[in-house]
């Protein structure tokens, strides 16, 4: 786990090695720290290069010697914060105007705008998807048709799905096909009474798509997502007429 963290900040193996080999030894020529390391000399000076470059390590020339320093290791920490501050701002960037203006480059619908999924990790994509689409929009919400057979398999490979929705503000309106189904914190829910069994089936309604998930034979889920706001739209305004006269 350790080893993944210093990755996150950009420090590969070796680069942690001398950075180790410092912290142990105090300011130290390049070959007393290669020695301590492991490394041979010529590349112990790359990483040192490295890591005076990210400000893990200060130089301090004596004489005709070079010596190396290694900074206290909350510089650690104050990295992770400016990474993150940094993805932060780029998150904000993506959201506000780059996908915007990238979006504007599609065509208004094509082939291209229709995926297919299968299996639970196609599934858990298409869920993903939902979320990352609706968190980022200023009407967080959504709308669903939902049959009974279809749910208890519907969130199989992504038990937390509701938690994240309620974690993230994100409303749904649910039209429930068949009897079941809970309500939840943040969700309003309708039903649609039906004899006899109904078809798996869940269709989410999340403008600018639209996906449909439904199951094969052996309860084999798969789902096809539409990306086009004139689909989206024309099936908003069928829930919404129905929502009205449930």
Known sequence: MTESIFSLLGLDEREVRIYRALLSLGPSAIRTIADKAGINRGTAYECLKSLQGKGVVTYLPKG?????SPRDPEVL????QERQASLDNAIGQL???VIPELNHLKPDFSAANVQFYEGDDGIEFVLRDILNTV???????????????IRRHLYRPFPTYTVQ???????VRVIAIGEGGEDAELS???WIRTEGPVDAAYIAIYPPKV???SLASENYPTAVV?????????QKIVFDTLWGLL
């Open 64 to 68: 005709k010697r070079r010596y190396f």
């Open 77 to 80: 920490l104050q990295m992770a």
């Open 211 to 213: 996906a449909i998930i």
């Open 226 to 234: 539409i990306d086009s706001r004139e689909v989206s739209a024309a």
């Open 188 to 190: 309003e829910r309708k």
């Open 165 to 171: 929705r309620i974690a993230r503000g994100i409303q």
């Open 95 to 97: 959201r506000g105007k």
């Open 135 to 149: 968190s980022g929009q200023p009407d967080a919400a959504y709308s669903v048709f939902s049959s009974k057979p």
